[in-house]
């Protein structure tokens, strides 16, 4: 065992990182293992044993769905395995150590979520009602942040419309940059939400309406383009993001407004009892 002034440093380090991954709805970090007077090959082998105490690989818990593009994280993460080992043990163990560790970790998944045997269960008679709430604004945390992001790159209309293109293609674009905007500031009061909001959700009811007028537009313009153009946007999809073709920006960007609108109803749905 280290010194007390080492255990009081790792004490201060530990309460740091408990505030870093402190996730809803489970249990804080347990506390990291003392690493001081260890090989690496046995600093390693402490450190992936706490690691899997903590984190998991999503394929074991977390919500999969192909049509949305992959993982719910609806327990938190997801997090980097460097991000995590670096951010616990960078003070403890050494660079090879660490980098040695972090490399088989990437091998099993880059990201991982908290472990499944940290997770609280609710009290008793109220776990439909916090299940329900945390997940669904879990989720619009998640389709807001994707928005947010995705919004800041948008596509310039493709060269040559208006001179030789077909007629149904003479409207570039669904979304103007007022709508663009508008849906901007729609995420922003969404990101802001907390679990139970003071005002009994009516700032995201109110932001639901507008951000269906949206993606009604769009919901219309995609309709126009026809199915080859749906079936080319799918498989635009499987490339990067930032290499995406208009098309398939539009019709990722119409999925996460529909699943923004669900996430949004089914919260406030969940929490309307709370308040009546």
Same mark, same amino acid.
């Given at each position: 065992?280290? %010194?007390g ?6 004490k201060?380090h @530990?309460e740091?990182v408990?505030?870093v @991954?402190?996730?809803a709805?489970? %249990?804080?970090l *347990?506390f990291?293992?003392?690493?001081? $007077?260890?090989?690496?090959?046995d600093?390693?082998e402490e450190m992936?044993?706490w ?7 999503p394929?074991?818990s977390?919500?999969?769905? #192909? !049509?949305e593009g992959?993982y719910? @994280?609806?327990?938190?993460?997801p @997090? ?9 043990f *960078?003070d403890?163990?050494s660079?090879? !150590?660490?980098?040695e560790?972090?490399?088989k970790?990437?091998r099993e #998944?880059p990201?991982?979520?908290p472990s499944? #045997?940290r997770?609280?269960?609710p009290?008793? $008679?109220?776990e439909e009602?916090?299940l $329900?709430?945390e997940e669904?604004h879990?989720?619009?945390l998640?389709r807001t *942040?994707?928005?947010?992001?995705a919004?800041s790159k948008?596509p310039?209309p493709p060269?040559g419309i208006g ?10 674009v669904?979304l103007?940059?007022?709508d663009v905007?508008?849906?901007?500031g729609?995420?922003s009061?969404?990101k802001a939400q907390?679990?139970?909001? #003071?005002d009994q959700?009516? *700032?995201?009811?109110?932001a639901?309406?507008k951000?269906?007028?949206?993606r009604?537009k769009?919901a219309?313009w995609l309709l126009? +383009? ?5 079936t ?6 499987g490339?990067?993001f930032?290499k995406?073709a208009?098309?398939?920006?539009w019709?990722?960007?119409m999925i996460q407004?529909?699943?923004?609108s +669900?996430?949004?109803?089914g ?7 709370s308040?009546?």
């Open positions: 065992m280290g %010194d002034h080492a255990q009081d440093a790792m201060a @530990y740091r408990r505030e @991954y402190d996730e709805q489970h %249990d804080p *347990s990291p293992p003392d690493l001081d $007077g260890l090989s690496d090959d600093a390693i992936r044993e690691f899997f105490e903590n984190f998991e690989n394929v074991e977390t919500p999969f769905e #192909s !049509a992959g719910i @994280y609806i327990w938190g993460g @997090y980097g395995t460097r991000d995590v080992v670096e951010t616990v *960078s403890f163990a660079e090879n !150590a660490i980098a560790l972090v490399e970790l990437d #998944s990201d991982w979520v499944s #045997s997770r609280q269960s009290e008793e $008679g109220d009602e916090i $329900g709430a669904f879990a989720q619009m998640k *942040s994707a928005i947010e992001q919004l948008v310039e060269v001179h030789n293109m077909p007629p149904e293609l003479l409207e570039p669904p103007d940059e007022n905007e508008e849906i901007k729609v995420v009061i969404l907390p679990l139970n909001p #003071s959700g009516k *700032s995201a009811l109110e639901l309406t951000l269906e007028t949206k009604e769009l219309a126009k +383009q026809g199915e080859v153009f749906t080319e946007a799918v498989k635009e999809a490339k990067e930032g995406w208009p098309r398939a920006f019709f990722w960007l407004l529909t699943g923004l +669900q996430a949004i109803g919260w406030l749905d969940a929490i309307k009892e308040f009546f």
